[in-house]
């Protein structure tokens, strides 16, 4: 079936340092991928999107990046922050289904 | 513009027995999708929902079900519960013109 693998499940950097999360998904059929910031306890909220005509997004500290022949998407954070200690998922949606990755807690040491 | 709703927030129930949970979309969101929510399985998706109809679904069991209502509020059901249906259920509603996930605060669902 469909499958989102989602890279690394843990993640701790330093205040300052940019971090990278990976993910391959397998559907073919996928044509939009969004990435949720999950706080704890809290519900999960969209931080930046991509569709699968474009190959690179940017909104501030945050870009998305979109490898449609491989199969990859990767979500960069720049001069991170405290406040960007969360989860993480990486999701891919097509056929009126939206699969997500298994999450990476980011730690962002002050 | 009010958000997701979800009740109850919080439920307790023992194994056979059986919970229904709602869902009420942000006003004008025809799509409304259910997400299992576990600490070592992350969010696996259940159903969507769009005027009413199934239009997708995830790997579960026939326990698991749902529907949606003219209004687009929904509801989805477990029956014969298992200890390890104990999880928090997220509902998700989804306006036309993006495929950007609203989700709710979800209901914490405990099987003893």
């Known amino acids: 079936g469909e499958n989102v693998e989602q890279h690394p499940s843990t993640l701790s950097v330093q205040e300052g340092d940019s971090a990278v999360i990976k993910c391959t998904y397998s559907d073919s059929a996928s044509n939009y991928f969004p990435w949720y910031k999950q706080e704890l306890g809290k519900r999960p909220q969209l931080i930046i999107d991509i569709r699968s005509n474009v190959g690179e997004k940017k909104d501030q500290r945050i870009a998305v990046t979109l490898n449609k022949t491989a199969k990859h998407f990767s979500l960069h954070i720049t001069e991170t922050q405290p406040e960007d200690s969360a989860v993480y998922f990486c999701?891919?949606?097509?056929?009126?289904?939206?699969?997500f990755g298994a999450g990476t807690r980011l730690f962002v040491k002050a | 513009k009010a958000g997701v709703t979800q009740t109850p927030r919080y439920l307790i129930k023992t194994r056979g027995q059986q919970v229904t949970l709602s869902c009420s979309p942000i006003?004008?969101?025809?799509?409304v999708s259910w997400y299992q929510q576990t600490p070592g399985q992350g969010l696996q998706f259940l159903f969507e929902y769009f005027s009413e109809t199934q239009r997708n679904k995830g790997n579960f069991p026939g326990r698991f079900s749902g529907r949606q209502f003219s209004n687009s509020r929904s509801e989805m059901n477990v029956s014969t519960l298992e200890l390890g249906d104990s999880a928090l259920y997220l509902c998700?509603?989804?306006?036309?013109?993006?495929?950007?996930?609203?989700f709710g605060e979800g209901s914490r669902l405990t099987v003893l």
């Open positions: 999701a891919a949606t097509g056929g009126f289904k939206t699969i």
């Open positions: 998700a509603s989804s306006g036309a013109t993006t495929g950007e996930l609203f």
């Open positions: 006003s004008g969101h025809r799509s």
